[in-house]
């Protein structure tokens, strides 16, 4: 018997595979479990047309983080630290107030989870952080650090 399994199944396959397993097993277990569907002419064309969905999907997704990315990069944001006398910062700046600042400066959300930052920013002045958009797509964006 064929079937198209809907999730992840452990030594049988992934989602949307259409795999060959035993009569029984795939009735009493996979079918009924809803982990698989019977593979029928109606079903494998259905899973032809989700899987060309999916893809036209993925494409508007990427090519909405190109367009973010080219944004960003045009762009720069500004953030106030607390400074002492001699220069010294109190703190440093997260990557939760850089992606609050891209939002109130910019317009544009981002989740603090995709700002990569090496180091943290612990003093004034001009840095270049990497915010990640798409797997395949990361942003260079300009953060100037100034003293309150």
């Keep these: 018997m064929e079937v198209i399994l809907l999730e992840d199944v452990k030594n049988v396959g992934k989602k949307g595979e ?3 397993v035993n009569d029984g097993y795939g009735r009493n277990v996979l ?8 593979a029928t002419g109606k079903n494998l064309n259905d899973l032809k ?3 060309a969905n999916d893809d036209k999907i993925a494409a508007e997704n990427l090519a909405a983080a190109k367009e973010l990315g080219k944004k960003l990069e045009e ?3 500004t953030i106030g630290i607390k400074v002492g006398e001699g220069g010294r910062s109190f703190g440093s700046v997260s990557s939760k107030e850089i992606a609050e600042s891209v939002k109130e400066q910019l317009g544009y959300d981002v989740d603090k ?3 990569q930052l090496k180091d943290a920013i612990k003093a004034v002045g001009s840095y270049e952080v990497k915010i990640k958009l798409h797997p395949q797509v990361t942003a260079v964006i300009k953060v100037n650090v ?3």
């Design 113 to 115: 989870k995709k700002v």
């Design 18 to 20: 259409v795999v060959k």
């Design 31 to 38: 079918i009924k479990k809803k982990q698989a569907v019977e």
């Design 49 to 51: 047309l989700k899987k």
């Design 146 to 148: 100034v003293g309150k």
């Design 75 to 77: 762009s720069e944001i």
